[in-house]
Structure formats: structure tokens, C-alpha cells
């Protein structure tokens, strides 16, 4: 079983900042991309940003700028620093992995469980 857990979203006002994390566990063999995608009430799931496992990193253009993604040493974690927030940033903001299982070693995507981010005065 391989799990994805992410901490960090929260209330924040407009101008300000917080980070995402996401830690990946269980039977892993290797991790390829990981990345970030968030959806809004009534709309659907988006690409926020994504990192590759050479570290090659993909934004989407509403972020570019003000947010930064990046991986842990043990590279099973990523990060989503959220710089100058918007309220068009609120959202329920997941973690995903395409991850090969160290059990039958073929490739699954993961998500994790969500995390609210609500930018707001």
C-alpha cells in the first residue's frame, strides 16, 4: 500500500503565504513526477504545479510567479511554497504521485487526501 499525506493548507488573507506539504509512504519503488492539483466548488480539478524526478518543474500560468515547488532530500516529499495568495486561490488543494509499486512494480497514480486552502479577509 503506498499512501500520500499532506499537511499545511489553512485560512490565510489575501498577500499571504503558506506551504503545502506532501510525504509518500509504504511500498515504493521508485517515484517518478509528483505534483500539485487543486479544485475549486464548482469547477474542475486543475494542474497546479508538477516536478519531475530530475527535478524539471511545470506550472500553471495563474501561479507562475508566485508559487515554487520543490522536493525533499529523500525525495518521497514534495512542497508547494504559496507566495502572494489570491483569493481565486482557494481551493481544495491534492498531491499526486505516479509511483512504481515496490510490491508488483508496476506504475500507479496516487492522490492524497486534500487539503482546504481558503484565502480570504
Known amino acids: 500500500q503506498v499512501q500520500l499525506v499532506e499537511s499545511g493548507g489553512g485560512l490565510v488573507q489575501p498577500g499571504g503565504s503558506l506551504r503545502l506539504d506532501c510525504a509518500a509512504s509504504g511500498s515504493i519503488f521508485s517515484i517518478n513526477a509528483m505534483g500539485w492539483y487543486r479544485q475549486a466548488p464548482g469547477k474542475q480539478r486543475e494542474l497546479v504545479a508538477a516536478?519531475?524526478?530530475?527535478?524539471?518543474?511545470n506550472y500553471a500560468d495563474s501561479v507562475k510567479g508566485r508559487f515554487t515547488i520543490s522536493r525533499g532530500n529523500a525525495k518521497n516529499t514534495i512542497y508547494l511554497q504559496m507566495n502572494s495568495l489570491k483569493p481565486e486561490d482557494t481551493a481544495v488543494y491534492y498531491c499526486n504521485a505516479d509511483i512504481v509499486s515496490g510490491l508488483s512494480f508496476k506504475k500507479y497514480s496516487y492522490w492524497g487526501q486534500g487539503t482546504q486552502v481558503t484565502v480570504s479577509s
Open positions: 516536478i519531475t524526478g530530475g527535478g524539471n518543474t
